[in-house]
């Protein structure tokens, strides 16, 4: 089954192309079944690309999925389009009084912040405190997923001496996790931060599941299951050339950047990069949304009672 998104939205046409079922407004209420709602809080700059990226893997799955685009109240976006925001995303202030099977929160580039230095710390923490009663199953992703395991557990993300940038092999640190199902020993993930969150720390925490970690770059996948959230850190859902374009935006910009990391083929930028990480990113978000699927309520106000 396809993904649901309005025809006009800059994701419809290029999933189209890529082969992704998509459906629009007048042909998803012709099927006679309850789509998923799933929620997506977009807290990037380039807010297209990275609908682009969620709307790919959660289109994939053999579920039918509406997809709601999200921001924060009144942070004003200066890399999208006014006219784009007003089409297509709607204030968190719109939908306290909604429920959602799945909400997404994304990564932001405010790592050098603290939590409570961030202008809309107060609006997303009332987000996240929200979900709990409004929401089946949170995945935070990346500055969001640290803002999260935060939030609810006070662990603390920490400043690194330099940037973790590069494609890391992690271990399945869970193999009979239904999150992690049809996952290899290892996988490759990209990686694009200034800060870090420390396995011991994590581990301290009761309740709290590393599924996916590495020895270099530190934890990347955490459950949570009282809080019916999933945390990684790093960035499955990229595309191949994400690293690339931060890369040659440092460079040009005259910033000190050291090349990503097992990334380029001979780690040589005049190279295309390789994508290894896709599939492992589709098994992740389909068993997500299968985990959604098989748990949450049928009617929608049973959400979060």
């Known amino acids: 089954m396809p993904i649901k998104l309005p025809s006009d939205l800059p994701a419809y046409d290029v999933l189209t192309r890529e082969g992704v079922m998509v459906l629009d407004e007048h042909q998803a209420a012709t099927q006679d079944i309850r789509p998923l709602r799933i929620a997506l809080l977009n807290l990037m700059p380039k807010k297209i690309q990275t609908e682009n ?13 509406e997809l709601n685009l999200l921001r924060m109240s009144d942070h004003q976006s200066r890399n999208t389009a006014a006219d784009h925001l007003e089409s297509f995303y709607r204030p968190v202030e719109d939908i306290w009084d909604e429920k959602f099977d799945g909400l997404i929160i994304t990564g932001a580039p405010i790592e050098h912040l603290d939590f409570s230095d961030v202008t809309y710390w107060d609006e997303l923490a009332r987000v996240m405190d929200w979900t709990q009663t409004h929401v089946h199953s949170t995945f ?7 803002a999260m395991i935060n939030h609810f557990h006070n662990v603390p993300k920490h400043l690194l001496s330099h940037k973790a940038f590069g494609c890391f092999r992690h271990q399945n640190l869970a193999p009979s996790s239904p999150y992690l199902r049809g996952f290899s020993d290892d996988c490759v993930v990209p990686v694009s931060r200034w800060t870090e969150m420390r396995r011991a720390e994590v581990e301290a925490v009761p309740g709290l599941n590393i599924l996916l970690g590495s020895d270099e770059v530190g934890p990347c996948l955490v459950e949570d299951p009282a809080h019916r959230a999933l945390y990684i850190f790093n960035h499955l859902e990229y595309d191949r050339d994400t690293l690339k374009d931060e890369y040659d935006r440092d460079v040009e910009a005259g910033i000190a950047i050291n090349v990503p990391c097992n990334y380029y083929p001979q780690d040589d930028p005049s190279k295309v990069p390789l994508n290894r990480w896709r599939s492992h990113a589709h098994l992740l978000y389909g068993n997500w949304i299968n985990e959604i699927y098989q748990s949450t309520p049928y009617d929608l106000n049973d959400i979060g009672t």
Request: include cysteine; charged fraction near 5%.
């Open 53 to 65: 990226q969620f709307a790919r893997l959660i289109g994939a799955t053999p579920l039918q999925i």
């Open 140 to 146: 935070g992703v990346c500055w969001g997923g640290m």
